[in-house]
C-alpha cells in the first residue's frame, strides 16, 4: 500500500488548504517532513488517523477546527474541515474524504458527525464511490486499524514498541499467520462449546441419560474455568517477572550500598590512623628542632675550630701550668697559710717562694691552663659533626615519610568519600525491596493457588471425560456428529502442525532480519533475541554464554526499529502452504512507514545507520524530522528522498506545509 | 664578661624576635628556643661568613637577653668569645696580641678597657651573624615545615662543604634539573 | 437393554473406537481451502464475530460431509 497525497482544508493549525504529495517513486520511496516540535507533525500524523479512522490522537480531540477560522464564525454560521487521504493499494486507487462540519450557536464551537467518503478509481479512469455501509470494511481491508499503529510511528511509543503483550496477536497478523491461528481458535476443542468442535459435542444427543448431560456440561463450564485460570496466570507470571526484575535491580544496588559500609568503616579506620600519624609527626618536628637547638652550636663550629686549633698550634702557647690553677687560688692559698697538701706556709719560706713562682704559670700570669683547657674543648667538640647531621637527617627523613604517608591517606579518604557521597539515599530502596519481597511472596503464592486450582480441573475433567465417554450413545443422528467431529478434529490437527512449522520458520526468519538489520545500525557484540510471544531481547557474550544485557536508551530505540523494519521485511514475503492442488497464498500487503521524529534521542551513528536501512526496507517512508536531526540523516538519505517538505509555524494558531 | 644583660636595639632586635620562639604565640614558626639560642649561634654565623655590624637605631624595637640567660650558658659564650679573639683579623694584631686579647685580657683586672674593645668586636660579630641568619631563614618562617626543610637544607649544604663535594658533579647534577 | 449398555459390553468407551468411515481425503482438503478462505477474508473484512465465524465453519463441514461428490 502506498500514499499518495494528503489534504487538508482548515484541519487544526493547518489553515486554508494544504495539500501534500508523496513519493512513489521505488527508488526514491522516502518524503521528507522538516520542522521542529510543536510546528505541527502530530497533528500531520493525526490527520491520517482521524480520515481513516475517525480518531485524532490529540489534545483537545472535540475542536479540530483552526482556531483563527473558528473565531471568525459568526453565530449560527457553519464551516467545514476536511481531509483527503488518497493511496494505491493492490493496485486501487482510492480516495478517501472525510468531512466535518463546525457550527457556532449560543456562542459555542461544535462539531457535528464526521462524515466519510470513499471512492475508487477504475482501470479505465472512471471513479465509483464506495457504499458507506462498506466504508469501514475497506479501509480496514487496506490497513487495519490495529496494525496500523505500527506503521504510523510515534516517537513516544518507539520506547515500547517490542513491549506490548498484544505484539504476539498483531505480529502474526502482519506476517500472515492470523489465518491459521483464528482458524485453529475457531475450530476448537470439544471442552469449549462456543467452538465449532464444541457445539458439535454439544449436539449430541444423549438420550435423555441427565447424568452424560450433566458430565458434558460439567466439562465445558470447567474448561471455560480453566481458561479463566489461564489468563490470570500469566498476568501473574508477568507481574512475577517485573518484581524479580525490579528485585534483582534492586539488590544490586544495595549490595554496593554494602560496600559504603565497608566504605564507611574503612574511613573511619583511616582517619584514626592519620590522627595518630599527625601527632606522631608533630613529635618528629619537636624532637627534630631540639636536636637542632642542642646541636646547632658544635655543628657549625667545625671549620671555626679548626681554623682556631691551627693558629695556636703555631704560635705554641706554653701550656706548662697546672689545669686550673689561677693566680687568685694561689693568692689564697698562700693566704691562709697552710697548703692543700698540709704544709704550714710562713711568709718568705720556700714553700711559699715556690708557690709565688707557680703564678707565673698560670693565668693570668700565664694563659697556658687556659689555652690547655680550650684545645680540649676543641677536640671533644670536634668529632661530633657527622653525627649530629645523621641524627637530623634521620628524624627528617622520618618525618617527610610520616608526610607522605598522611598524604597518601588523605588522598584515601577523599576518594572514598567520592564513592560513599556518589551513592544514593538507600534507605527508600531498602523499603522498597522488602516491599517487592512481599508482593513476589503473595504473586508466587497466587501461583500457586492458580496452579493447584488449574490441576483440580484438569483431573476433573479427565473424571467427566470419562464419565462422558462411557454414556455417550452412537445414534445415527450422533453418528453424522462423530463424523464432522472427525474431520474437524483432522483439520484442526493439520492446522496446528501447519502453524506451529511456519511460526517457528518465520519467528526464525524475523530473528535473522532484525538481526541483519539490527547490525547494519549499531556495532557491536549484541545480537537480538525474540521469543514465542514476540518480545524482542537484546543478548550480549560474555565469556561465551550469551546473556539479556541492559539497555540504553538509545540501544533500545535502536532495536526497536530493527524490530519495525525487520517486521515490514519479513511482510513482503509469502507464506506457502500446500492444501491438495490449491496453493494458498496467506501473504500480507506491504506497508509503508510513516514516522515522526524517529531520530530524536538516536545519536549521530544511530541516526545515519537508521537512515540508510529503512528506505530499503519499506516500501515508502514517509519522515517527520527536526531540523537539527536532519543535518545527520540527510548525507546518508537525500538519494532516496523523492520529496521534501518544510514546516513552518506562522502562530499557534497557523502552521504552513511549503515544498521544494 | 657576660655578667650584664644585652640589648639589642633596631633591626636586630626584630630579626632576634624572629628567629626566636615567641612564649606569647607558641604556634608561630621558629628556629630557636631561647634568646640566647640565637645569640650563639649568630656569633658563630658572623665569624663563619666573616660578618660584623653595628648598632642599629632606625627603628625603636628592642629586645633582651638577660643575665642569668648567660648565667646558663657561661661557659659556652665564654668558649665563643675567646674563638673568635683567635680567629678575628679584622684589627691587625701580632699572633702574640691575638692570644692575649684570647686568653689574658678577660682574666687580668688590668686590661679592662682592653676586654671592653674585645666584647664590642664579639658582638658585632653576633650582630652579622644575626643578619645572616635572618637572611637565610627569612623566607622559611611561614610555617614550621618550612623551617625545619630550611635548616635540613643549611646542614646539608653545610656538611657537603666541609666534606668537601665534587664541584664538577654538582655542577652538572644541577644542569640536568635546569 | 440401553445402548449404552450394549456397548459398554463390546468394550467400547471411546468415541474413535466406534465404526466410522475413513475421511476422505478430497473432502479433507476442499473444507481446509473454503475454512482458510473465510478466515482470510474476514481477515480484510473484520465483518464477522467469532461466533458468526464458528457458525460458518460449522456449516461448511457439515455441507462439505453431506455433498454426494
Not at chain 1, 516500501?619 to 537525500?638: G, L
Request: proline share 2%; charged share 30%; with cysteine.
Amino acid at each position: 500500500m502506498l500514499f499518495k497525497t494528503l489534504q487538508m482544508v482548515n484541519f487544526r493549525q493547518y489553515k486554508g488548504e494544504t495539500k501534500i504529495a508523496f513519493s512513489c517513486d521505488e527508488e526514491k520511496n522516502v518524503t521528507i517532513i522538516l520542522g521542529d516540535n510543536t510546528f505541527g507533525k502530530t497533528t500531520l500524523l493525526q490527520a491520517f488517523n482521524w480520515c481513516l479512522y475517525g480518531e485524532a490522537l490529540l489534545e483537545n480531540p472535540d475542536m479540530l477546527l483552526n482556531f483563527d477560522v473558528a473565531s471568525k464564525l459568526l453565530e449560527n454560521a457553519s464551516t467545514d474541515i476536511e481531509v483527503e487521504v488518497t493511496l494505491i493499494h493492490s493496485g486501487i486507487e482510492y480516495i478517501l474524504t472525510r468531512t466535518q462540519k463546525y457550527q457556532k450557536k449560543n456562542g459555542k464551537i461544535i462539531g457535528l458527525n464526521p462524515s466519510i467518503k470513499v471512492s475508487y478509481k477504475e482501470k479505465d479512469g472512471q471513479t465509483e464511490s464506495i457504499k458507506d455501509t462498506k466504508i469501514e470494511t475497506v479501509i480496514n481491508t487496506i490497513l487495519p486499524k490495529d496494525l496500523s499503529t505500527y506503521f504510523f510511528f510515534d516517537t513516544e511509543r518507539v520506547g515500547t514498541i517490542s513491549d506490548r503483550k498484544d505484539l504476539a496477536e498483531s505480529v502474526k497478523g502482519l506476517l500472515g499467520l492470523s489465518t491459521l491461528d483464528n482458524s485453529i481458535k475457531h475450530l476448537g476443542t470439544k471442552q469449549n462449546k462456543k467452538t465449532v468442535i464444541g457445539q458439535y459435542y454439544s449436539s449430541m444427543d444423549i438420550d435423555g441419560d441427565s447424568k452424560a448431560k450433566e458430565a458434558l456440561n460439567r466439562i465445558q463450564d470447567t474448561q471455560t474455568r480453566r481458561e479463566v485460570i489461564s489468563t490470570q496466570l500469566d498476568t501473574v507470571v508477568s507481574e512475577i517477572n517485573h518484581y524479580e526484575n525490579r528485585k534483582e535491580q534492586l539488590d544490586s544496588i544495595l549490595r554496593d550500598n554494602q560496600t559504603t559500609a565497608a566504605l564507611q568503616k574503612k574511613k573511619e579506620n583511616i582517619e584514626g590512623l592519620v590522627v595518630k600519624e599527625l601527632a606522631a609527626q608533630e613529635e618528629t618536628r619537636r624532637a627534630l628542632i631540639a636536636d637542632f637547638n642542642a646541636d646547632s652550636l658544635p655543628f657549625y663550629s667545625q671549620p671555626l675550630l679548626k681554623q682556631a686549633s691551627d693558629f695556636l698550634h703555631e704560635v705554641k702557647v706554653d701550656d706548662k701550668g697546672i689545669k686550673d690553677l689561677t693566680r687568685p687560688t694561689l693568692l689564697d692559698i698562700i693566704n691562709r697559710g697552710r697548703c692543700i697538701c698540709g704544709c704550714e706556709l710562713l711568709e718568705g719560706s720556700e714553700a711559699v717562694n715556690n708557690i709565688k713562682n707557680e703564678m707565673s704559670f698560670v693565668p693570668p700570669e700565664s694563659i697556658g691552663n687556659t689555652v690547655r683547657n680550650y684545645r680540649e674543648n676543641m677536640r671533644s667538640l670536634g668529632r661530633n659533626s657527622d653525627r649530629i647531621f645523621n641524627g637530623i637527617k634521620t628524624r627528617y627523613e622520618e618525618l617527610y615519610r610520616q608526610k607522605v604517608r598522611v598524604q597518601d591517606w588523605n588522598d584515601e579518604l577523599i576518594d572514598i568519600s567520592d564513592i560513599i557521597q556518589g551513592k544514593e539515599n538507600m534507605k527508600r530502596f531498602e523499603t522498597e525491596l522488602i516491599d517487592v519481597k512481599q508482593r513476589l511472596r503473595d504473586l508466587n503464592a497466587k501461583k500457586e493457588r492458580l496452579i493447584r486450582e488449574d490441576e483440580v480441573k484438569k483431573s476433573d475433567i479427565e473424571r467427566y471425560q470419562k464419565v462422558y465417554d462411557s454414556l455417550v450413545v452412537v445414534s445415527s443422528r450422533n453418528k453424522n456428529f462423530m463424523t464432522y467431529i472427525k474431520y474437524a478434529e483432522e483439520i484442526r490437527d493439520w492446522l496446528i502442525a501447519t502453524y506451529k512449522e511456519k511460526e517457528t520458520c518465520i519467528r526464525e526468519e524475523l530473528e535473522e532480519k532484525v538481526n541483519s538489520i539490527f547490525e547494519q545500525m549499531y556495532h557491536g557484540h549484541r545480537r537480538v533475541s525474540i521469543d514465542s510471544k514476540y518480545q524482542v531481547t537484546l543478548l550480549t557474550t560474555i565469556a561465551d554464554k550469551e546473556v539479556a544485557s541492559g539497555e540504553s536508551e538509545g540501544l533500545n530505540r535502536v532495536k526497536n526499529f530493527a524490530f519495525i523494519a525487520g517486521l515490514v521485511a519479513l511482510a513482503k514475503n509469502k507464506i506457502i502452504s500446500k492444501t491438495g492442488e490449491n496453493e494458498f497464498d496467506l501473504s500480507s500487503e506491504p506497508y509503508p512507514l510513516v514516522m515522526d521524529a524517529p531520530f530524536s534521542n538516536a545519536d549521530e551513528i544511530h541516526i545515519s545507520n537508521i537512515s540508510r536501512v529503512l528506505p530499503e526496507v519499506a516500501e515508502q517512508v514517509i519522515m517527520f524530522v527536526m531540523k537539527k536531526d536532519w543535518r545527520y540523516a540527510e548525507p546518508v538519505m537525500s538519494t532516496r528522498v523523492g520529496l521534501k517538505y518544510t514546516l513552518n509555524k506562522l502562530s499557534e494558531q497557523h502552521s504552513v506545509l511549503k515544498g521544494e | 664578661m657576660f655578667e650584664h644583660d644585652y640589648t639589642l636595639t633596631g633591626k636586630h632586635a626584630t630579626y632576634l624576635k624572629q628567629l626566636a620562639k615567641d612564649k606569647e604565640n607558641k604556634n608561630r614558626p621558629y628556629i630557636f628556643d631561647r634568646y640566647i639560642d640565637v645569640y650563639m649561634n649568630a656569633a658563630i654565623f658572623g665569624l663563619l661568613y666573616g660578618r660584623t655590624a653595628e648598632k642599629d637605631n632606625e627603628s625603636k624595637d628592642r629586645a633582651r637577653v638577660y643575665a642569668d640567660a648567660f648565667a646558663t650558658e657561661r661557659e659556652n659564650c665564654t668558649f665563643l668569645y675567646r674563638l673568635a679573639m683567635l680567629i678575628d683579623k679584622t684589627i691587625a694584631v701580632s699572633p702574640e696580641e691575638r692570644v692575649d686579647r684570647a686568653f689574658r685580657d678577660d682574666a687580668d683586672e688590668k686590661s679592662k678597657d682592653k676586654l671592653a674593645q674585645n666584647m664590642g668586636l664579639f658582638n658585632s660579630y653576633v650582630l652579622g651573624g644575626i643578619e645572616v641568619l635572618y637572611e637565610k631563614f627569612r623566607d622559611s618562617l611561614i610555617t614550621t615545615d618550612d623551617c625545619i626543610t630550611c635548616a635540613y637544607e643549611l646542614m646539608k649544604d653545610f656538611i657537603e662543604e666541609i666534606q668537601g663535594i665534587s664541584y664538577e658533579e654538582k655542577l652538572s647534577e644541577l644542569m640536568k634539573q635546569l | 437393554m440401553p445402548i449404552i449398555l450394549q456397548l459398554m459390553k463390546k468394550g467400547v468407551t471411546k468415541m474413535s473406537d466406534t465404526e466410522l468411515n475413513d475421511l476422505n481425503d478430497k473432502k479433507l482438503n476442499q473444507m481446509k481451502v473454503d475454512i482458510l478462505k473465510v478466515e482470510q477474508q474476514n481477515l480484510k473484512t473484520r465483518e464477522k464475530s467469532y461466533d458468526v465465524m464458528v457458525e460458518e465453519i460449522n456449516k461448511i463441514i457439515v455441507a462439505e460431509v453431506n455433498k454426494s461428490y
